[in-house]
């Protein structure tokens, strides 16, 4: 386990800013302690600084997950956001689309979503903005890219693609295996 | 080529063609009152039905003429009873034909055999019973339904079959099926009359008849009467037994029976009986066949339990809190949606999780700020209840031998929003080594699996006396490492729990003793006031007396998955290997040195291995060896007394000294004089002689070589055998 170096760092958190923009302060300085990014096997994981200090005394090939995992690094050092960080990208997340009933199956099956699927969408989305995918319950079912922007949204037929699926909670179930 | 099948055209569809429609009141009862034929149309049924019915008012009298052979000018007014002549009749027609055709005299052959065939329909399905039948019912004073009669008939016809099978077979055991089904065809027919026989008894098959039924199949009705049969008489033995039976063949015949009716394996089913009355038993794999209900537990992190339940029924789930005991957990009925895949799944919501998991943790009660380890931890259920009840604060270190298995821990960890979680992968027993100084332990122990055979079936027939053994062995090892992470000074806990999925004694009540002994814990309550107290003593083992503290679980009493539960709590940090022993141990280290002494303290012997590796070496075998117990008899398991006559040389020696660690003072001068012999030379008879002096000093032997070692080295497999191999046995 090791902090991110300085390009890395940049490249997380440029990914990250795209769905939170600058609330990722907010995520290092928080009201009950500090936390920090730590990488480990390629990927970043999000941790107290307490649970960091315990973490250290078990062996690398041991240790298999600390805290929440953010996401990887590929091998050509570009950073994939996981579903695993949705719990921390709802709470901030700038922009949000709300998805009907109807395809919220659909969603999370791992499909793009569509204008016939969209209950609501924030205003002035820009097009290919990060977004974060909420159930009509307000649930936060995943997140993606933003296809279109909010006006073209209401001009657009019910049959174009919307929002880009990128992760959501099927995931757990489908993708178990490549979490860890 | 069919018409294309468009789901969203919708076709109205009158009645079909067996529907049936009410028209009034009127015209249903016009039915009944209106008798005459003449008007009504009547069905192809009924039209028959009428052509019999005037055929029967004409027949049955000319019938019973050839039938009684009556001849004489009576037989206007001469009527006997149909009933029994009927029922005679029957079978008389079965039997033979000529009866009829001697008799007749005006009639054809032909036309009298379809009388009776009529007349028997008539029995059977007839509507209105004919007139002169009713006549002599009445007079009988009894009411037949014509259904009734056949059912005689048949119930004649059937007992009369067995019996001449019988007659021409030569085997024992149709004679004891003929035994059963005559009790059973008796039993029907007395209870049918409501006359119940109290003399009927059960009658037990000799061994001849038993060993020739392995080779015929009984089929499983007959297995199950019987089983129920000897459980009733094993109930009330002293009233119902045969005389000249004992006890022990009742229950043979009864354990082989349930290893065939249940499909379990003999030692399985051997283990059971030791543990429950016979009564309870059958309770008991009963419930091991159906599953248990599918519980879940909300995740108070994202929602509240009613808000989910709220959530759940809109789906279409049907649901029920699952008890008072518990604030989180829902008893699932039944669901029209996967339960395992809604949304509120997916955003972890809730967990799948059997109720008896929820116990452990509950009786753990980790708080808010606590070190918290759970030692095998997949597929993370607990790790997760105990991350709601500590709402994210402090560290949890989840950790799980096998790798593959890690995966669904962390799954489950990111899916309900577990942050404060490290999931490491060590090997359990490593444990004090990486970390230490946890406030609270829990220990779910891999085990037999003997609680959960309606999960696997695959446990009924898999398990035997050695793994029982390998799961002890290993979950001693477990426990040992599990109390030495927990820090005994720690302000707010100093606790571990133990559990296990198992119903055995010697997974549960025997690892918890050896703990007892071994480190300085005590047992306290769990806190959960159901389920049944851990046993005292077991067989021949006694365990420490606080052991009732601990609770088991059962499928049939508690509706959940076999489970035992243990809290202990750590009172110092020190690590004697026995706490009463700790101020002897260090002068028992230096007697090791020397062969030939004979130690005062009893207890002492077991730090000496440490300080040579020969030692550890039988140390290692002895921990294979079942553990220690106060009194008697562990040696009666065949491993174990093997290994008991292990020695020679120098181990002899050691065996010697490490001599005993029951108070027991008589034992000391037996042992001086195996010392003696011992080093004198180094032949086992001597010590077998001694040996068979006392049973004591068996045990002492066992229990040295238990004590022997801790649990760092260990002997690997092959040598164990090698060692066996070179003692002879």
């Given at each position: 386990?090791r902090?991110?170096?300085?390009?890395?760092?940049?490249?997380?958190?440029?990914?990250?800013?795209?769905?939170?923009?600058?609330?990722?302060?907010?995520?290092?300085?928080?009201?009950?302690?500090?936390?920090?990014?730590?990488?480990?096997?390629?990927r970043?994981?999000?941790?107290s600084?307490?649970?960091l200090?315990?973490?250290?005394?078990?062996?690398?090939?041991?240790?298999?997950?600390?805290?929440?995992?953010?996401?990887?690094?590929?091998?050509?050092?570009?950073?994939?956001?996981?579903?695993?960080a949705?719990?921390?990208?709802?709470?901030?997340?700038?922009?949000?689309?709300?998805?009907?009933?109807g395809?919220?199956?659909?969603?999370?099956?791992?499909?793009?979503?569509?204008?016939?699927?969209?209950?609501?969408?924030?205003?002035?989305?820009?097009?290919?903005?990060?977004?974060?995918?909420?159930?009509?319950?307000d649930?936060?079912?995943?997140?993606?890219?933003?296809?279109?922007?909010?006006q073209?949204?209401?001009?657009?037929?019910?049959?174009?693609?919307?929002?880009?699926?990128?992760?959501?909670?099927?995931?757990y179930?489908?993708?178990?295996?490549?979490?860890? | 080529m069919?018409?294309?099948?468009?789901?969203?055209i919708?076709v109205?569809?009158?009645?079909?063609?067996?529907?049936?429609?009410?028209?009034g009141?009127?015209?249903e009862?016009?039915?009944?009152?209106?008798d005459?034929?003449?008007?009504?149309?009547?069905?192809?049924?009924?039209r028959?039905?009428?052509?019999?019915?005037?055929?029967?008012?004409?027949?049955?009298k000319?019938?019973?003429?050839?039938?009684?052979?009556?001849?004489?000018?009576?037989?206007?007014?001469?009527?006997?009873?149909?009933?029994?002549?009927?029922?005679?009749?029957?079978?008389?027609?079965?039997d033979?034909?000529?009866?009829?055709?001697?008799?007749?005299?005006?009639?054809?052959?032909?036309?009298?055999?379809?009388?009776?065939?009529?007349?028997?329909?008539?029995?059977?399905m007839?509507?209105?019973?004919?007139?002169?039948?009713?006549?002599?019912?009445d007079?009988?004073?009894?009411?037949?339904?014509?259904?009734?009669?056949?059912?005689?008939k048949?119930?004649?016809?059937?007992?009369?079959?067995?019996?001449?099978?019988?007659?021409?077979?030569d085997?024992?055991?149709?004679?004891?099926?003929?035994?059963d089904?005559?009790?059973?065809?008796e039993?029907?027919?007395?209870?049918?009359?409501?006359?119940?026989?109290?003399?009927?008894?059960?009658?037990?098959?000799?061994?001849?008849?038993?060993?020739?039924?392995?080779?015929?199949?009984?089929?499983?009705?007959?297995?199950?009467?019987?089983?129920?049969?000897?459980?009733?008489?094993?109930s009330?033995?002293?009233?119902k037994?045969?005389?000249?039976?004992?006890?022990?063949?009742?229950?043979?015949?009864?354990?082989?029976?349930?290893?065939?009716?249940?499909?379990?394996?003999?030692f399985l089913?051997?283990?059971?009986?030791?543990?429950?009355p016979?009564?309870?038993?059958?309770?008991f794999?009963?419930?091991n066949?159906?599953?248990?209900?599918?519980?879940?537990?909300?995740n108070?992190l994202?929602?509240r339990?009613r808000?989910?339940?709220?959530?759940?029924?809109?789906?279409?789930?049907?649901?029920?809190?699952?008890?008072?005991?518990s604030?989180?957990?829902?008893?699932?009925?039944?669901?029209s949606?996967?339960?395992g895949?809604?949304?509120?799944?997916?955003?972890?919501?809730?967990?799948?999780?059997?109720?008896?998991?929820?116990?452990?943790?509950?009786?753990?009660?980790?708080?808010e700020?606590?070190?918290?380890?759970?030692?095998?931890?997949?597929?993370?259920?607990?790790?997760?209840?105990?991350?709601?009840?500590?709402?994210?604060?402090?560290?949890?270190?989840?950790n799980?031998?096998?790798?593959?298995?890690?995966?669904?821990?962390?799954g489950?960890?990111?899916?309900?929003?577990?942050?404060?979680?490290?999931?490491?992968?060590?090997d359990?027993?490593?444990?004090?080594?990486?970390?230490?100084?946890?406030?609270?332990?829990?220990?779910?122990?891999?085990?037999?699996?003997?609680?959960?055979?309606?999960?696997?079936?695959?446990?009924?027939?898999?398990?035997?006396?050695?793994?029982?053994?390998?799961?002890?062995?290993?979950?001693?090892?477990?426990?040992?490492s599990?109390?030495?992470?927990?820090?005994a000074?720690?302000?707010?806990?100093?606790?571990?729990?133990?559990?296990?999925?198992?119903?055995?004694?010697?997974?549960?009540?025997?690892?918890?003793?050896?703990?007892?002994?071994?480190?300085?814990?005590k047992?306290?309550?769990?806190?959960?006031d159901?389920?049944?107290?851990?046993?005292?003593?077991?067989?021949?083992?006694?365990?420490h007396?606080?052991l009732?503290?601990?609770?088991?679980?059962?499928?049939?009493?508690?509706?959940?998955?076999?489970f035992?539960?243990?809290?202990?709590?750590?009172?110092?940090?020190?690590?004697?290997?026995?706490p009463?022993?700790?101020?002897?141990?260090?002068?028992?280290?230096?007697?090791?040195?020397?062969?030939?002494e004979?130690?005062?303290?009893?207890e002492?012997?077991?730090?000496?291995p440490?300080?040579t590796?020969?030692k550890?070496?039988?140390?290692?075998?002895?921990?294979l060896?079942p553990?220690?117990?106060?009194?008697p008899?562990?040696?009666?398991?065949?491993?174990?007394?093997?290994?008991?006559?292990?020695?020679?040389?120098?181990?002899?020696?050691?065996?010697?000294?490490?001599?005993?660690?029951t108070?027991?003072?008589?034992?000391?001068?037996?042992?001086?004089?195996?010392?003696?012999e011992?080093?004198?030379?180094?032949?086992?008879?001597?010590v077998?002689?001694?040996?068979?002096?006392?049973?004591?000093?068996k045990k002492?032997?066992?229990?040295?070589?238990?004590l022997?070692?801790?649990?760092?080295?260990?002997?690997?497999?092959?040598?164990?055998?090698?060692?066996?191999?070179?003692?002879?046995?």
């Amino acid at each position: 386990m090791r902090p991110l170096t300085d390009e890395e760092t940049k490249t997380m958190f440029e990914k990250l800013s795209k769905y939170i923009g600058e609330n990722i302060k907010l995520l290092i300085d928080r009201p009950d302690g500090s936390y920090c990014f730590r990488l480990h096997n390629d990927r970043v994981y999000y941790m107290s600084e307490k649970i960091l200090k315990l973490a250290t005394n078990i062996s690398r090939d041991k240790l298999v997950s600390v805290g929440t995992c953010f996401g990887k690094f590929t091998k050509t050092q570009k950073f994939r956001l996981q579903i695993t960080a949705l719990d921390f990208l709802a709470p901030y997340a700038k922009f949000k689309v709300w998805v009907k009933p109807g395809s919220e199956q659909s969603f999370l099956y791992g499909n793009h979503v569509m204008k016939s699927g969209l209950g609501r969408i924030t205003e002035n989305t820009a097009q290919y903005q990060g977004v974060v995918v909420y159930s009509m319950a307000d649930v936060p079912l995943g997140f993606g890219v933003a296809a279109k922007t909010t006006q073209e949204c209401r001009k657009v037929d019910p049959m174009s693609i919307v929002v880009f699926h990128q992760a959501d909670i099927g995931e757990y179930i489908r993708s178990e295996d490549t979490l860890t | 080529m069919g018409r294309k099948l468009d789901p969203t055209i919708k076709v109205k569809r009158g009645p079909g063609r067996k529907a049936r429609k009410q028209k009034g009141a009127e015209t249903e009862l016009s039915k009944f009152l209106v008798d005459d034929d003449g008007p009504k149309k009547l069905s192809s049924r009924s039209r028959k039905r009428a052509v019999k019915r005037a055929q029967v008012t004409k027949e049955p009298k000319q019938e019973e003429k050839p039938k009684k052979g009556f001849t004489d000018e009576n037989s206007k007014w001469l009527k006997p009873a149909p009933r029994k002549r009927k029922i005679e009749q029957s079978e008389e027609d079965e039997d033979s034909d000529s009866q009829w055709e001697e008799d007749d005299d005006e009639e054809g052959f032909d036309k009298k055999e379809m009388e009776e065939e009529e007349e028997e329909d008539d029995d059977d399905m007839v509507d209105d019973y004919g007139a002169d039948e009713g006549d002599e019912q009445d007079s009988d004073g009894e009411e037949l339904l014509p259904i009734e009669r056949a059912a005689r008939k048949q119930k004649k016809q059937t007992s009369k079959k067995p019996e001449s099978d019988d007659d021409d077979d030569d085997d024992d055991d149709d004679d004891e099926e003929k035994d059963d089904l005559k009790e059973d065809g008796e039993e029907e027919e007395d209870t049918v009359q409501a006359n119940i026989d109290e003399t009927e008894q059960f009658k037990l098959p000799a061994a001849a008849e038993r060993a020739k039924e392995g080779l015929l199949a009984m089929d499983l009705q007959t297995i199950h009467q019987r089983i129920r049969d000897n459980v009733d008489v094993l109930s009330h033995f002293s009233e119902k037994r045969e005389e000249g039976k004992e006890r022990s063949e009742y229950l043979s015949l009864l354990r082989s029976d349930l290893c065939t009716y249940y499909s379990y394996n003999e030692f399985l089913i051997s283990k059971l009986m030791d543990l429950f009355p016979v009564s309870e038993l059958i309770d008991f794999l009963e419930a091991n066949e159906i599953q248990r209900p599918v519980t879940i537990r909300t995740n108070t992190l994202k929602t509240r339990r009613r808000d989910l339940a709220q959530a759940l029924i809109n789906r279409g789930v049907n649901l029920d809190p699952l008890g008072k005991w518990s604030k989180v957990g829902l008893v699932i009925y039944d669901s029209s949606v996967p339960i395992g895949a809604t949304p509120e799944y997916l955003s972890g919501q809730y967990m799948l999780q059997g109720a008896s998991s929820f116990l452990p943790v509950m009786a753990l009660s980790p708080q808010e700020g606590e070190s918290v380890l759970d030692m095998s931890a997949a597929p993370g259920g607990k790790t997760t209840y105990m991350a709601q009840l500590m709402r994210n604060t402090g560290m949890i270190v989840a950790n799980d031998a096998n790798a593959d298995r890690l995966k669904s821990v962390v799954g489950n960890i990111h899916r309900l929003g577990v942050t404060n979680a490290v999931i490491c992968n060590y090997d359990g027993r490593q444990f004090p080594k990486v970390m230490g100084g946890f406030d609270r332990v829990l220990l779910d122990a891999p085990c037999s699996g003997t609680g959960v055979i309606s999960k696997d079936p695959g446990v009924k027939t898999g398990k035997d006396e050695a793994d029982i053994l390998r799961s002890a062995h290993l979950q001693k090892e477990l426990i040992l490492s599990a109390i030495d992470s927990v820090n005994a000074d720690s302000p707010t806990g100093g606790y571990l729990v133990y559990c296990t999925c198992s119903i055995m004694v010697e997974e549960n009540e025997w690892v918890v003793d050896y703990a007892l002994k071994k480190r300085n814990v005590k047992l306290v309550p769990t806190g959960l006031d159901f389920g049944k107290e851990g046993f005292i003593r077991f067989k021949e083992r006694r365990f420490h007396p606080s052991l009732k503290l601990s609770r088991r679980f059962y499928p049939h009493s508690q509706n959940m998955d076999g489970f035992f539960v243990a809290k202990l709590k750590k009172l110092s940090n020190a690590i004697p290997s026995a706490p009463r022993e700790r101020d002897e141990e260090e002068s028992s280290k230096t007697e090791t040195a020397a062969s030939s002494e004979q130690i005062q303290n009893p207890e002492s012997k077991q730090q000496k291995p440490n300080s040579t590796p020969e030692k550890s070496n039988m140390g290692q075998k002895q921990k294979l060896k079942p553990k220690k117990s106060e009194t008697p008899i562990i040696t009666k398991k065949t491993g174990v007394k093997a290994e008991n006559k292990k020695p020679d040389g120098a181990k002899k020696a050691k065996i010697a000294k490490l001599d005993g660690e029951t108070s027991k003072k008589n034992e000391k001068p037996d042992k001086m004089q195996k010392v003696k012999e011992l080093n004198g030379d180094s032949t086992k008879e001597v010590v077998m002689e001694k040996k068979e002096g006392s049973q004591f000093e068996k045990k002492n032997e066992m229990k040295r070589k238990n004590l022997l070692k801790n649990n760092t080295n260990r002997m690997g497999k092959n040598k164990f055998r090698k060692l066996k191999s070179m003692v002879g046995q």
